[in-house]
């Protein structure tokens, strides 16, 4: 492939996978605001004392207020104003083209999203890594999009670009083609493990009807698992009742300090879900202004199979690589869907049919036997683009990065302009097995590659 017919990809990352510093008022980093980088003895350091009065006590004894306020603290550095503004001063850590990126900056960009598959085919001068505050604003960020597309094209003389979003990504490429997709700058999107619908995850964080009772659950979902795991330790050994009251205020504190105020997380409230949610906690006067941007993606989300049909026929293509077969962790229990573990399968893919995870689909609900897993479990035919959607068996979220099968389509559709849908190479078929294995490696050489020197 000639140098002057590569086209440039740009990864949208997922929520935890760009650096936000927390600055002074002269600009110097204090810290790493996100993702979060704790301690666990320092942060549950402050509740020994609380939790011995609790235990002499046998009751809460001001031990849930405690929780409350550690995990308010720690999470302070990422929560936003009422308007949807941050509250501090942050700076979110930049990356140039990968070839230009330091060794250690390359190391964290192929932690985050591996790239060799990219890389290998195209070279480090042909990759990007799109940074960007994961509490901040979607459209915000679509802006810094439109911005590098355009200095890519002036640069390299191309006229379209890749875009390769990862989770959270996939709602900054909405708000991309709702701001500036009339440009057309964009050849082919390859979302992975999309929140294309958002996730009821989200909206449960919202809603408030999760099942608390493992207390853990709760900071796992912001935290790092072994401040989870001590917090376990703590909830064995609470008085009766209290284990309920700690998580039920840990879950406020969660809300109330790092999300209810982030454009980007009212993003990923899958559009369903968000007219009552929105009224709940977005209704006062000191909300309005937030209100009104987090307005303004919900409608682009209500209409994103129209949005993306404007895009197609302006030339881009859309592919979608998701998992499936996995419950909700249990503290989001009691909606049986099949998702990876943190978006749901309908969510990922636009509409994808399944059951319950683990179960096959009745006869009766499927549409095109053609397009239905050899599990049972999954009918594709009811996704927004059947012949360019891949499925992973039982495929952790988190854990698609270390799937060498999805990371070659990936690799392939973003690099191979005669690799078009599920049929362009039998190697790589529309469903899939979920691979974990920490070490990700080059993409395994496809059937049409086998035999070349």
Same mark, same amino acid.
């Given at each position: !492939? ?13 929520? *935890? ?36 009065? !609790? ?141 294309? *619908? ?39 050994? !609470? ?215």
């Amino acid at each position: !492939m000639s140098e002057n017919k590569i086209t440039p990809v740009i990864i949208l990352p997922g929520i *935890g996978q760009s650096r936000v510093v927390l600055t002074d008022e002269n600009g110097a980093p204090v810290k790493t605001a996100w993702p979060l980088d704790l301690d666990a003895d320092a942060l549950l350091g402050p509740l020994k004392g609380p939790a011995m009065k !609790m235990m002499m006590f046998r009751r809460d004894a001001g031990f849930s207020d405690k929780v409350a306020e550690v995990i308010r603290t720690a999470l302070d550095p990422i929560s936003a104003k009422p308007d949807g503004t941050m509250k501090n001063r942050l700076t979110t850590v930049r990356y140039p083209v990968l070839s230009e990126c330091s060794e250690d900056n390359k190391r964290y960009i192929n932690r985050m999203v591996p790239t060799v598959g990219l890389t290998d085919r195209i070279g480090e001068e042909n990759v990007w890594f799109l940074a960007y505050n994961s509490f901040g604003d979607p459209y915000e960020t679509a802006e810094e999009l439109d911005a590098l597309i355009g200095k890519i094209k002036a640069e390299r003389g191309c006229e379209k670009v890749h875009l390769l979003p990862v989770s959270m990504g996939a709602a900054v490429a909405t708000a991309y083609f709702d701001a500036y997709g009339a440009k057309g700058d964009v050849d082919r999107a390859m979302y992975m493990v999309p929140a294309l *619908g958002g996730s009821k995850v989200v909206a449960d964080l919202f809603k408030e009807d999760l099942e608390v009772t493992e207390l853990g659950d709760i900071l796992e979902i912001f935290m790092d698992a072994k401040a989870g795991e001590a917090l376990r330790g703590f909830a064995k050994i !609470m008085p009766a009742g209290v284990a309920e009251a700690v998580a039920h205020k840990a879950l406020a504190a969660v809300r109330d300090t790092a999300i209810r105020f982030s454009p980007m997380v009212w993003s990923v409230v899958p559009p369903e879900c968000y007219p009552a949610l929105a009224d709940r906690w977005l209704s006062g006067e000191e909300t309005a202004v937030l209100r009104k941007k987090t307005d303004r993606f919900y409608a682009a989300q209500s209409r994103l199979r129209e949005l993306l049909d404007e895009q197609r026929t302006r030339g881009t293509s859309f592919y979608i690589c998701a998992g499936y077969g996995l419950p909700f962790p249990p503290v989001f229990g009691g909606d049986a869907c099949s998702t990876d573990g943190i978006i749901n399968l309908s969510c990922a893919t636009l509409g994808a049919k399944s059951a319950a995870a683990g179960q096959p689909l009745p006869e009766t609900e499927i549409g095109d036997p053609a397009y239905v897993s050899p599990d049972g479990e999954v009918d594709a035919s009811f996704c927004y683009t059947p012949e360019t959607t891949w499925f992973f068996a039982k495929q952790q979220h988190d854990a698609i990065a270390y799937n060498d099968t999805a990371l070659c389509v990936a690799a392939r559709v973003l690099c191979d302009p005669d690799f078009r849908d599920i049929h362009s190479d039998p190697a790589l078929p529309q469903f899939g097995k979920a691979q974990d294995n920490r070490k990700p490696a080059a993409p395994p050489q496809s059937a049409a590659e086998e035999g070349r020197d």
